[in-house]
């Protein structure tokens, strides 16, 4: 396929979105990135044509862009680079929160091109291109969060990318349903995880002692710091929602073990089961 796409930041989802696409047939594929060495193991490895870390040259020519960077970085790609961009561009993104950035880059982007916000439910615990892999999307789910702004056929070329490289459902939300929905479904139990891993104590050999129940539980426990804390903040509102919900039902369990009340017990852990099971 002759369109030129170019990713900007190579990291674990955007170097896995360059292998997916080049898997698929994609034959013109840049890379933006500051690191260097990102940017040569893609070119060794194939999955992009070519790579720089200044980029302006690829984004006059570049039919899609894919940003694959923090929530704050769109907003600065998009002022720094508006430019620039082909008449008739289509922009893309990746970032786990759309409220804190749609207004700021509705105000900004030109007239000209056309930004379908999305976001591809599916990661890594690693960051980096060593991580990278086109299996992370497979089976996995894709938002699209549409604004006024937005041509349909824009709109149905990031959906018909998304399943071919391997997303199983692609589904239109509004931005703020995206953010309660990814704050009870990716945030909380990202906290949770870390809460339980922190909740352990120190130097007692914990390692020896898990099965699958911990290991599942706190695999995303090893996390990005940085981006996971830009998430957390920029969704303040839904996330506390979130999290104090779970606490409610958390207090329901606890009191149930305290006054030792088998059938709430045993009420709680089948409507779980039964909820759980409709998820599929």
Sequence with gaps: M????????????????AMALREKGYKNIYAIDLNED???????????NKGCTEGKKFL?????????????????FINNNKNLFKDGCIITDTTGIKGVIVDDIKKSLPDNVDFVFGHPMAGREKKGIDFATSE???????????????????IKLIEKIALEI?????????????DKMVGFTSQLPHAIAVALIN????????????GD??????RIANINAEL?????LGNKENLLEAINSFEVEMNLIKNAIECEDREKLIRYFNKSSIRREKLE
């Excluded at 002759?2 to 979105?17: A, E, P, Q």
């Excluded at 990102?38 to 992009?48: D, M, V, Y």
């Excluded at 006059?60 to 704050?72: F, G, Q």
């Excluded at 996971?228 to 957390?232: P, S, V, Y």
């Design 60 to 76: 006059k020519d570049a039919d899609i862009i894919i940003l694959s960077v923090y929530p704050e970085l769109v907003k600065e």
């Design 2 to 17: 002759d369109i030129n796409i170019v990713v900007v930041g190579l990291g674990v989802i955007g170097g896995s979105y």
């Design 199 to 210: 909740s352990d104590e120190e130097d007692r050999d914990t390692g020896s002692f898990i």
């Design 166 to 178: 391997g997303f199983k459902k692609v589904k239109r939300i509004t931005p703020q349903f995206h």
């Design 136 to 154: 992370v999307f497979k089976g996995a789910n894709y938002i699209i969060t549409p604004i006024d702004t937005n041509k349909e056929k824009s």
């Design 38 to 48: 990102s940017l040569r193991k893609a070119e060794s490895l194939n999955i992009i």
């Design 213 to 218: 129940s911990y290991r599942d539980l706190t």
């Design 228 to 232: 996971w804390c830009e998430l957390f």
